[in-house]
C-alpha cells in the first residue's frame, strides 16, 4: 500500500489504515495522488515540519482524513455544507452535530491548502482554475476563495447542498457564495455582522453589537437546520461547545508553553494543531483532541529541559499568521534565529473567555467570537497585539501582511506605527499570501527577514528597548 | 589583514579588498548566467590589480541576492545591513541610506554608529530599480552612461504616471509619438522614481545626512530629484556600487563585533 508510509509519518496507526482503507484508496485515486507524490510528500513532511513531536505529526494525519471526508462525502451519502475561512467558531461542528453523521459541514479550502498545498505541493493548478472561472489574478481577491472555486469546478470536491455565507470577516467568502449560488443553484443561509467600531471601544464590548450578532447566529443556524431537515436544539449546541472548550484549552496550555524562553516548538507547526479547532470536521474532532493531547506532554518535556528550535535568548516576535501553504517563509524567520512563540491567530485571547457574561448560548457566542478581536476592529487586534507582546517578552513584530486580503489592507501599517510609537519595538511587514506562495519572492523575504534579525539581535545585545534611541 | 567583501547583485557581482581600513583593491563585473563564474572572475581582477592571491585573505563575507552560494564565505550577511556600514564607513554623519540597485530599492535609516535601526525594500515589482533605466534607455536610444546627464537639460520633465515598466515603456512610446523631446521623456522618468523611492521610504524620513549607494546612484538625474523633493543634499561615494561589498569586507574584519552578537544570541544566524 503504496500510502501507508505518509500515513504513519502522519501519525496514523495500521489498524486505522486497515479500517479506512477503502475510503482512504478511493479518495486518493480520485485525487490522483499515487506512489511518487506519496514519496514527494513524505520528503515535505520530514523536511517542512518537527516530526519529533507526534502530536504534530497527528494533527497533519487529521487533516489528511478531513481531506478524504470531503471528497467522499456525496458519494457516502451526506448532505454538504460549505462555510468561509476564518469560520465563526463551532458552527461547522453544531451543524455536524445536529446531522448524526449524516451532514458533513467544512470550510474546504482551508483543509485542501494543508493537504493539497502545504503536504502534496498540488495546489497552484486549483487555484489557477479559480481564476480563471471567478477570481483574475493580481486584484486583491482572496486565494482560499480561488481554490474553493478551483477544487469544485475541477472536480475534487462536491459541489455543496447548503452554503453559510457570512461577511463576519470577510465580503469575498460572501461573493464566492454568490457565484456558488449563481453557477450551481447552491442555497445559502446568510449570516450578518456590524464590522465598524469606534477606535479604542475595545475591549469594551458595545451590548447592541453582541445582541445583533447574536440575532445573525441565533437565526443562521435555525435556518440551515430546518434547510436541512433537521432540529436545532440546544443541547447539541450546548455539547459541541463543551467539546470545542475542551480543544480551546489545550492550545491555551500550548500557548502558555510557548511562554518558555526558548520556545519549544516553532509555530508553523503549532497552526497545523491549532487550526484543527476551527476547519477540521466534526467526526474528526476527537482525533484533533487527541492530537493535541499528544503534543501537550511532549512540549512540557521540551520545556522542562530547555530546548526548542533556537538557543535561549533568541528574539522573539509575534506575527499574524505564518504563511502555510509551504514551510520555506516559517524556514527562513528561524534560519535567521528569529523565534515565533505566538501569532496572532492562535493568541489565547478567547480562551480567557470560556464565561462570557451573557445569559443565552447565541449572545455567549457572539460575545466570544468579538472578545477575539478579529471579528471587531484594527483597534481589537492593536489591543491584543500589544498585549502579546509583554505576556510573551516579544523584542518586535514580523507582521506577515497578506497583500490580497481586503479585510487586512490597513491593519498592518495602522499596527507598525503604532507599536512602534507606543511600544518602541520595531516591526517589519512582510506583505505576502498565506496561502498562495505565487505572488512574493522567497529570496527578497530573506533579506528582509535576516535584516530584521540582525536588528533584533544587535538590540538585544545593546539591551535597548527604543528604535529612536541611537 | 586581508578582508575580501562580495556583493553578488541582480545585474553586477562586485568585489572589496581591505588591508586593514583601506581600499587596496575592487572589482565590479556584470553578474551574467552563473554567480560562481561572476564571483571567481570578480575575485581574481580585484586580486590581479595588486598582485595578490587568494590565499592572502583571513576572512570573506558575501552580500546581495547571491550571497548564499559563495561556499568559501565566511558568512553570508543581507545587503542592507552592509550598505549602512559600507556608507558609514565612508561617511561617517550618514543617517539615512538610499540604494537602488539591478533590480531593488531600500530605504535604511542608520544610527551615529552604522547599525541599522530601520529600513525598508520594495519587493513586488521592480520599478523605479536599475533595470527599469535599462529598459527605458533602450527604448530612448540612450546609453546607460549618458541617461542622467541628459534629464539635467530638461526644463520641462514630462509626467509619467504608469508605475509598472511595461506599461511605462507603452507611455514612454506614445509620447515620444507626440513629438516630446527625449529629454523631457527621460527627466519624467528620473522624477517618477525619485517619486516612488521618496514614497516607499516617507514614514522611516530621510535624516540627514544622506547617502545615496547602488549602481542608479551615478545617474545625475535620479539624485537631482531626490534631492529637489527630499529638500536636502545628497552624498554620493566615488564609486557608489562598491558600497555593499565594503560593507562586507568591514564586516568581515569586525570580528569583535560579529562574536558579540553570536555569544549573547546562540550559534543562530544573527546577520
Redesign the interface.
Known amino acids: 500500500m503504496y500510502y501507508v508510509d505518509l500515513l504513519k509519518l502522519c501519525g496514523w496507526d495500521e489498524s486505522k489504515i486497515a479500517r479506512e482503507k477503502p475510503r482512504l484508496e478511493e479518495a486518493f485515486r480520485l485525487l490522483d495522488l499515487g506512489p511518487e507524490e506519496m514519496k514527494l510528500a513524505e520528503d515535505r513532511v520530514i523536511k517542512g515540519y518537527d516530526i519529533d513531536l507526534m502530536g504534530v505529526r497527528k494533527a497533519l494525519g487529521v487533516w489528511i482524513g478531513g481531506m478524504v471526508d470531503i471528497i467522499l462525502s456525496k458519494r457516502e451519502g451526506k448532505k454538504v455544507v460549505y462555510y468561509s475561512f476564518p469560520p465563526l467558531a463551532g458552527m461547522g461542528g453544531r451543524i455536524s452535530a445536529i446531522g448524526e453523521g449524516k451532514i458533513l459541514c467544512v470550510c474546504p479550502e482551508f483543509v485542501i491548502d494543508i493537504v493539497l498545498g502545504a503536504i502534496f505541493d498540488r495546489i497552484d493548478p486549483i487555484i489557477e482554475v479559480g481564476e480563471e472561472r471567478a477570481f483574475p489574478p493580481g486584484r486583491a481577491l482572496c486565494a482560499l476563495n480561488k481554490i474553493r472555486v478551483g477544487a469544485i469546478t475541477k472536480g475534487i470536491i462536491p459541489v455543496p447542498d447548503l452554503l453559510l455565507a457570512s461577511s463576519f470577516y470577510c465580503d469575498q467568502g460572501g461573493q464566492t457564495d454568490e457565484w456558488l449560488r449563481e453557477v450551481y443553484g447552491v442555497p445559502w443561509v446568510v449570516m450578518d455582522n456590524i464590522m465598524d467600531s469606534t477606535w479604542d471601544e475595545f475591549p469594551n464590548l458595545a451590548p447592541k453589537r453582541i445582541s445583533y450578532m447574536a440575532g445573525e447566529i441565533e437565526d443562521g443556524w435555525i435556518e440551515a437546520a430546518e434547510m436541512l431537515g433537521r432540529k436545532p436544539n440546544e443541547e447539541v449546541w450546548e455539547a459541541y461547545s463543551n467539546l470545542y472548550n475542551k480543544f480551546t484549552q489545550g492550545v491555551s496550555k500550548i500557548n502558555h508553553l510557548m511562554r518558555a524562553d526558548p520556545p519549544p516548538v516553532s509555530q508553523s507547526n503549532l497552526q497545523v494543531v491549532r487550526f484543527l479547532r476551527n476547519v477540521i470536521n466534526y467526526n474528526r474532532f476527537p482525533e484533533a483532541i487527541d492530537a493535541i493531547n499528544t503534543l501537550i506532554p511532549e512540549l512540557e518535556e521540551r520545556v522542562k529541559k530547555g530546548i526548542g528550535p ?6 522573539r516576535v509575534t506575527s499574524f499568521l505564518i504563511p502555510q501553504r509551504d514551510q520555506s517563509v516559517a524556514h527562513i524567520i528561524e ?3 528569529i523565534a515565533v512563540p505566538i501569532t496572532f491567530l492562535s493568541y489565547d485571547a478567547y480562551t480567557t473567555m470560556l464565561n462570557p457574561s451573557s445569559t443565552t448560548i447565541a449572545e455567549k457566542s457572539a460575545q466570544r467570537e468579538l472578545w477575539r478581536g478579529l471579528y471587531h476592529s484594527t483597534s481589537a487586534i492593536l489591543y491584543w497585539t500589544k498585549k502579546a507582546v509583554e505576556d510573551f517578552n516579544l523584542d518586535g513584530i514580523l507582521w506577515t501582511q497578506p ?1 490580497h486580503c481586503r479585510p487586512m489592507a490597513s491593519s498592518g501599517f495602522v499596527l ?2 503604532a507599536i512602534e510609537e507606543e511600544l518602541g519595538i ?1 516591526v517589519l511587514i512582510l ?1 505576502v499570501d498565506w496561502y498562495d506562495n505565487r505572488i ?2 522567497g ?6 527577514i ?2 530584521f ?3 533584533l ?2 538590540r ?2 545593546k539591551g535597548k528597548t527604543n ?2 534611541g ?1 | 589583514m586581508f578582508v575580501c567583501g562580495l556583493d553578488i547583485g541582480a545585474a553586477t557581482t562586485k568585489a572589496v579588498i581591505l588591508n586593514d581600513d583601506k581600499i587596496i583593491s575592487y572589482a565590479v563585473l556584470p553578474t551574467g548566467q552563473s554567480v560562481k563564474r561572476a564571483v571567481d572572475k570578480v575575485i581574481d581582477e580585484a586580486l590581479r590589480k595588486e598582485r595578490l592571491n587568494i590565499s592572502v585573505f583571513d576572512s570573506v563575507f558575501s552580500t546581495g ?1 547571491g550571497r548564499h552560494s559563495v561556499n568559501f564565505a565566511d558568512r553570508a ?5 552592509c550598505h549602512a556600514r559600507g556608507a558609514h564607513f565612508l561617511f561617517p554623519s550618514v543617517r539615512t541610506v538610499i540604494d537602488i540597485g539591478g533590480q ?1 530599492s531600500k530605504i535604511i535609516a542608520l ?2 554608529d552604522g ?5 525598508v ?1 520594495n ?2 515589482c521592480a520599478a523605479g530599480t536599475g533595470r527599469f533605466i535599462e529598459v527605458m534607455a533602450n527604448v530612448l536610444e540612450v546609453s546607460i552612461e549618458e541617461i542622467g546627464k541628459l534629464s539635467l537639460l530638461s526644463l520641462n520633465p514630462c509626467s509619467i504616471s504608469s508605475t509598472c515598466t511595461v506599461f511605462a515603456e507603452s507611455e514612454i512610446v506614445s509620447l515620444r509619438a507626440k513629438g516630446e523631446p527625449r529629454e523631457n521623456l527621460i527627466a519624467g522618468l528620473h522624477k517618477g522614481i525619485a517619486l516612488r523611492t521618496i514614497t516607499m521610504g516617507h ?1 522611516i524620513g530621510f535624516s540627514k545626512d544622506v547617502v545615496f549607494t547602488g549602481g542608479v546612484a551615478k545617474n545625475a538625474g535620479v539624485k537631482k530629484f531626490l534631492e529637489t523633493i527630499i529638500g536636502t543634499k545628497i552624498l554620493v561615494p566615488e564609486e557608489p556600487q562598491i558600497v555593499g561589498a565594503l560593507g562586507a569586507a568591514l564586516l568581515a574584519k569586525a570580528e569583535n563585533f560579529k562574536r ?2 553570536v555569544l ?8
Do not use: C, W
Not at chain 1, 533556537?310 to 528574539?315: E, F, R, T, V, Y
Not at chain 1, 529570496?443 to 528582509?448: A, C, G, N
Open positions: 533556537l538557543p535561549k535568548g533568541s528574539p534560519k535567521a534565529g497583500i507598525k506605527k520595531p506583505e512574493f519572492s529570496e527578497t523575504m530573506r533579506t528582509k535576516e535584516t534579525g540582525y536588528l539581535s544587535a538585544k545585545v528604535p529612536k541611537n | 541576492y550577511v543581507s545587503e542592507i545591513i531593488d544610527d551615529g547599525n541599522v535601526n530601520n529600513f525594500m519587493d513586488k514614514h558579540e552578537v549573547q544570541t546562540g550559534p543562530g544566524p544573527p546577520y
